[in-house]
């Protein structure tokens, strides 16, 4: 009998220790108090660059799906690249002036975005694609330090992908120092 009373007693202090630590939230950025639609990222407030026109206003949607996804997003935007407009250096890729993105073709978007054109056909397919990325999210996901934090209705296998890529990929990066540029190159 006692050494059931110890168990649930173990038990209990267990649930209760998850319970304070379990319910963490990834959002790092504080809320904004107010909008200022002068500053923010609608089309009029970006410089289109050096190659974007206003002649043509493209929009490229890339959705989900994990890593294939990302391939596929890649895939796409090698494609624009490779389809020129002017005979000249002017490609399809250049007249794009918003992407819209899901899940993990976000990160495409992302690396595009922050580190440029140059960089982005150099290294995002052996820093990212090539990454044994599902594997490490399978091994985040079994390590009893993260246990708690998934327990809360706030955290989720989506946070343990954000956290990887932060640190891997992004480095800290957030949303404010994304160029102003339509058309982003290095």
Do not use: C
């Amino acid at each position: 009998m006692v050494k059931i009373a110890i168990v649930g007693m173990t038990a209990l202090v267990f649930l209760a220790f998850l319970n304070l630590v379990g319910f963490d939230s990834f959002p790092e950025n504080p809320p904004l108090d107010r909008v200022d639609a002068s500053r923010g990222y609608s089309s009029g407030n970006l410089d289109p660059g050096q190659n974007n026109t206003d002649e043509n206003f493209v929009i490229l949607s890339l959705s989900g799906g994990g890593i294939r996804a990302a391939a596929l997003g890649y895939g796409i935007l090698q494609h624009l690249r490779s389809i020129s407009l002017d005979g000249g250096g002017k490609t399809l890729l250049d007249e794009v002036d918003v992407m819209t993105t899901s899940s993990t073709s976000s990160a495409v978007a992302a690396y595009y975005g922050l580190f440029g054109e140059e960089k982005f056909f150099r290294d995002f397919k052996e820093e990212f694609l090539h990454h044994e990325l599902e594997k490490a999210m399978v091994m985040r996901l079994l390590n009893p330090l993260n246990w708690p934090r998934l327990i809360s209705p706030l955290f989720s296998r989506s946070e343990i992908a954000m956290e990887y890529m932060d640190e891997l990929f992004f480095k800290g990066r957030t949303f404010g120092e994304m160029p102003r540029r339509r058309r982003i190159s290095s």
